[in-house]
């Protein structure tokens, strides 16, 4: 059974960071394209970041880029996502999730790419 344990959110002021964390288990992690989707109140969950199997290729919503920064750690089968320069924006309960396919980066920004989805762990962002 797979499972994706998130950590790491909180609530952290304007300008600040935060590292959140995806510890995986019950897939072989190094084969799997792993992302972070976020949800904030009222609104549909959304693309944040990708990252390949290897960890050479990674993607990032136009929201994000330059302030976040995906990273994984395939001998500890875990994700990253370090949040640099936080905004009210940013605000949200972020999941880490894993395609669906093996070597995939298809539709790498639709919820439909994924096929298994942490709890979710709440970032807010307070001014």
């Known amino acids: 059974q797979v499972q994706l344990v998130e950590s790491g959110g909180g609530v952290v002021q304007v300008g600040g960071s935060l590292r959140l964390s995806c510890a995986a288990s019950?897939?072989?992690?190094?084969?799997?394209?792993m992302g972070w989707f976020r949800q904030a109140p009222g609104r549909e969950r959304e693309f944040v970041s990708a990252i390949s199997p290897g960890g050479v290729t990674t993607y990032y919503s136009d929201s994000v880029k330059g302030r976040f920064t995906i990273s994984r750690d395939n001998a500890k089968s875990t994700l990253y996502l370090r949040m640099n320069s936080l905004t009210s924006e940013d605000t949200a309960v972020y999941y880490c999730?894993?395609?669906?396919?093996?070597?995939?980066?298809?539709?790498?920004?639709?919820?439909?790419?994924?096929?298994?989805w942490g709890q979710g762990t709440q970032v807010t962002v307070s001014s």
């Open positions: 019950g897939r072989t992690f190094n084969k799997y394209t």
């Open positions: 999730t894993t395609h669906r396919s093996v070597y995939s980066l298809a539709s790498y920004q639709y919820n439909s790419a994924y096929d298994y």
